[in-house]
C-alpha cells in the first residue's frame, strides 16, 4: 500500500528521546492532546508526520491542526475546523 506521496517518505533518526514520550502517550489509552512546537527547520513538520502515522496505526483518532497569526484573532480559530457547523450543540 503506497503512501500517497510522490516520494517515499523520509526515515525517522535521530529523536529517539521525543518518540519515546509521544509512543508512551499514544499508548496510555487516554484521550487527549499532544502539540509540538519549536523552532522553524528543526524537524518538528517530520516529527509531527510520524506521531500521526503512529497514532493512526495504533488506532487511535487524530486531527492536525495549525496555529497561524492570521487565525489567532479568531475565538478557537486553529481549531476551527474541527467543531460543528453553527457551534456546540446547545449554546
Given amino acids: 500500500m503506497g503512501t500517497g506521496l510522490i516520494m517515499p517518505a523520509w526515515r525517522m533518526t535521530g529523536r529517539a ?11 496510555s489509552g487516554s484521550p487527549g492532546g499532544m502539540m509540538l512546537a519549536g523552532p522553524a527547520g528543526t ?12 497514532a493512526r496505526r495504533a488506532g487511535r483518532d487524530v486531527a492536525q491542526v495549525a496555529a497561524t497569526r ?3 484573532a479568531i475565538p478557537f480559530g486553529a481549531v476551527s475546523g474541527l467543531l460543528p457547523p453553527g457551534g456546540p450543540a446547545g449554546g
Avoid at 17 to 27: K, V
Avoid at 43 to 54: A, C, F, Q, S, Y
Fill in 17 to 27: 528521546a521525543e518518540l519515546a514520550q509521544l509512543d508512551a502517550a499514544i499508548g
Fill in 70 to 72: 492570521s487565525a489567532a
Fill in 43 to 54: 524537524g518538528n513538520t517530520r516529527l509531527l508526520r510520524e506521531v500521526l502515522h503512529r
